[in-house]
């Protein structure tokens, strides 16, 4: 046997050892060949095409049946929750809107939600900035769901759902990009509000976007809803129950896909979600498929939100200002697009350098200082795509955060691989994981 | 908590006149009865259930609408076990735990944060164990809330808070061979400074800020 540093092979108490780390198949083949052993380990990513970013994956396999299935994760860790603490709490909503990269304004909302708890601000937050928090989020939800099936069916094999779901994703982005002035990492959601109201005729577009959406959605719906190979690599795979969920403290599709209707909108609405008409999409096949099922459905029930939304900016009842009153509290600054980019509105620089010496000193002390928040705990938890995402912030009384923590709901969700997977088939696994839809952004944190 | 100075960059010859300032920031001390909402009817449950309660249950804070249960850390296991399984409390699910370094607070320097959830009664509270930097064990939780055993890898691996029967604790998000515990208070965050036209611009924590 010649040395290949592409699969050597060493001599351990356990047996012969084969690390295959590339190189010609063939070889790997008859070096594995020459044992009677079909006991293998896998090291499946960080960087592989089918994990759903940088998630690496450690299987021990038995022939093509997973005995063990282990996560390795941190790969795309970045330290948000301590530099959180070097900024002001306006700045911290920069930061969190990079964590779960694909639900930006559920983490900010979850942020600002909590800020607002230990400002005791949460009732004076205008009726209107709730209604575009809303809003947004539920047009979040679509585009993540629409990542999700995109990547889960391209996992899959189902090329075809993938270019459908980045398809739709771009109208929805385009919304954003209309509303906050980027397609991702926004910083559109602020403690007391929102940065700024949606701009002239944005209702107009976004109601075409939602009619748009009703007829493009239906392609992946009848693409693989009842598909006979989407249906045999979905069906029954990945299971796990409602005893199992709750011990793992997990939430979202995965939760509902035992038939638990546990919707933190409908169980423990925040943002006024208790006026919104909208169904909690269950599913009783605690697979893979219902999953699926669940986050088909999950965006028609979105865009009845949106619809509900937008009815509600044009109606006279919701208009006002989109920030607390609270001059202490709320951002001074008013953004307008000009020809050389975003940036301050003209009016607004006219009236600090024009006429008013108290607009400035506020606009100076709340952006070189920010404000101070009461000494405190609060946690807030919001439903985002993929489950139960909480902030949790403890404040010294200062004006940065002591303590920034996100419970990410991939995080804790991921820990659930290894229930799923194991004894399944090695493609299973990959299924599996799908219906799982990690965000590693949110799980590194 | 106490606060030294409105701003200013530590250490530095900070001539603005505020450098002096002490100001203190007490955060919400123990509540009495009645606690208001549903925290009366858990409290009550869990007195009922558990004989050791007064010698368990260190402080109960209602303050912003939550009710936090500080407890002792030897007791966090009984508590944990009768908080799940008593029909009354039925906390079924445990939604993670989260460190709190608070160097100041001499023998209980590292606060761990559980924050539970009901799903049969839809109710939250949130436990909250304190115990000492020179001596920093925990009784692991996930013999009883399966889901928390990354969780608990993280807050060993950003405080350095020892979980005691833990399945496996080791480092999850940092790099197995990291020194130190990065969200510690004493960690520092580190950075360059950056050249900017000139001028340096240092890192974020070591520039003149207001706290």
Known sequence: ?445 | MTQQGMFGAPGSGDTSGYGGLVHSNATPGSSSRPFGSYFDDVVDSLERAYPAFSDAIEKIVIDRGELTIHIRASRLQEVAKILRDEASLRFEMCLGVSGAHYPAETGRELHAIFPLLSLTHNRRIRLEVSIPDANPHLPSVVSIWAGNNWHERETFDMFGIIFDGHPGLTRILMPDDWAGHPQRKDYALGGIPVEYKGATVPPPSERRAYR
């Open chain 1, 1 to 445: 046997m010649t040395f290949d540093p592409y699969a050597s092979s060493r001599e351990t108490t356990e047996g012969t050892i084969y690390s295959v780390t590339g190189g010609d198949w063939d070889d790997v083949v008859t070096e594995i060949g020459s044992t009677k052993e079909e006991h293998v380990v896998v090291n499946m990513g960080p960087q592989h095409p089918s994990t759903h970013g940088v998630l690496r994956l450690i299987l021990e396999l038995e022939g093509e049946t997973v005995n063990e299935a282990r996560c390795g994760i941190g790969y795309l860790h970045t330290g948000i929750e301590k530099n959180a603490e070097y900024r002001n709490w306006t700045q911290g909503v920069t930061f969190v809107t990079r964590m779960d990269y694909l639900s930006p304004f559920f983490n900010e909302t979850a942020y600002c939600l909590a800020v607002e708890k230990l400002l005791g601000i949460t009732d004076q937050v205008p009726a209107r900035a709730s209604v575009i928090r809303v809003m947004m989020m539920e047009l979040n939800r679509i585009s993540s769901h629409l990542v999700a099936l995109a990547t889960g069916g391209m996992e899959l094999g189902a090329l075809s759902a993938m270019i459908f779901g980045f398809r739709e994703r771009e109208l929805v982005l385009d919304i954003f990009e209309l509303v906050t002035g980027l397609r991702m990492n926004s910083a559109y959601v602020r403690p007391g509000g929102v940065a700024q109201d949606i701009p002239e005729g944005a209702t107009e577009k976004i109601r075409e976007t939602v009619s748009q959406l009703r007829k493009n959605l239906k392609d992946t719906e009848k693409l693989l809803v009842g598909n006979s190979i989407w249906l045999a690599r979905t069906d029954g795979v990945g299971y796990l129950d409602l005893a199992g969920c709750t011990a793992l403290g997990i939430t979202g599709p995965i939760l509902r896909s035992t038939g638990l209707p546990w919707d933190l909108r409908k169980t423990q609405p925040y943002c006024g979600y208790e006026t919104y008409e909208f169904d909690v999409v269950t599913a009783q096949s605690c697979d893979v498929y219902g999953r699926f099922l669940i986050r088909i459905y999950e965006m028609g029930q979105s865009l009845r939100i949106v619809e509900q939304c937008v009815e509600r900016l044009d109606s006279p009842e919701y208009q006002g200002p989109v920030m607390v009153e609270d001059k202490k509290i709320g951002w001074p600054a008013q953004l307008s697009l000009g020809s050389d980019g975003l940036g301050n509105s003209l009016e607004h620089i006219r009236e600090i350098m024009g006429t008013s010496m108290e607009s400035l000193i506020h606009h100076f002390k709340l952006v070189t200082e920010g404000f101070r928040v009461p000494a405190g705990q609060a946690y807030a938890a919001v439903e985002s795509p993929r489950g139960e995402l909480g902030a949790q912030l403890i404040s010294d009384g200062g004006t940065k955060p002591y303590r920034v923590h996100f419970r990410d709901p991939s995080f804790n969700n991921l820990q659930a691989t290894a229930a799923m997977c194991e004894g399944s088939q090695i493609a299973d696994v990959i299924a599996a994981v799908a219906s799982i839809d990690p965000v590693m952004g949110g799980v590194d944190r």
